[in-house]
Structures are given as C-alpha cells and as structure tokens.
C-alpha cells in the first residue's frame, strides 16, 4: 500500500506561482511514475504532467512552459507553478502508478483569483 500526502495549495492572484509537493509513503517500488491532475469546477479530472522514476517528464499542452514537474530521491514529487491563470483554478491531486495499480492523494486546493 502507497499512501501519498500532497502540500502547498493556496490563494494566489493572477500571474503568481505556487509550488505543490506530494510525499510517497508505504512499499514503493523503485519503478513508477508520478504525476499531479486537476479537477477545476463542473470539470473532469485531466492530466497536468507526469514524471517517471528516470525523470522522463510528460506535460499538457496549457501548462507547458508555466509548471514544471520534478522529484528527488525520496520519493516526493514537485509541481512549480509559475504564471498561474484564474484557469488554473481546481483541485489538485497526486498520483502514483506502478506495476498496474494507480494510487491517489487527498487533493489540494488551488485558486488563482484576484
């Protein structure tokens, strides 16, 4: 069992950063790949960026040169948030995949309003 717990949500104004961090907890295998999705209002939950164990990063097009997706050796995943769009506004959550089986944080909240 994986128990991911994520950090660093907030109020922030338009054109802002926030940095969002997910620690992973439990039996890790070494293989696997962490990522960060988001559920704005009304939305379905869709990707944001990926990262694999190898660092191999995978990112939606909206995002792309704002956040940037990063991990350390410990098993704790980061998601950089620069020029922050009232767009950007939802929940955000951290997810690990490996070996078939996909695991979820609680989510964090973030809203980009002025």
């Known amino acids: 069992q994986v128990q991911l717990v994520e950090s660093g949500g907030g109020l922030v104004q338009p054109g802002g950063s926030l940095r969002l961090s997910c620690a992973a907890s439990?039996?890790?295998?070494?293989?696997?790949?962490m990522g960060w999705y988001r559920q704005g209002p009304g939305k379905q939950r869709d990707l944001v960026a990926t990262?694999?164990?190898?660092?191999?990063t995978n990112y939606v097009d909206s995002v792309k040169g704002r956040f940037t997706i990063s991990r350390d050796n410990a098993n704790t995943v980061y998601l950089q948030m620069n020029s922050l769009k009232p767009e950007d506004t939802a929940v955000y959550y951290c997810?690990?995949?490996?070996?078939?089986?996909?695991?979820w944080g609680q989510g964090t909240q973030v809203t980009v309003s002025s």
């Open positions: 439990g039996s890790i295998f070494s293989s696997n790949v």
């Open positions: 990262i694999t164990s190898g660092g191999i």
């Open positions: 997810q690990m995949s490996t070996w078939g089986t996909v695991y």
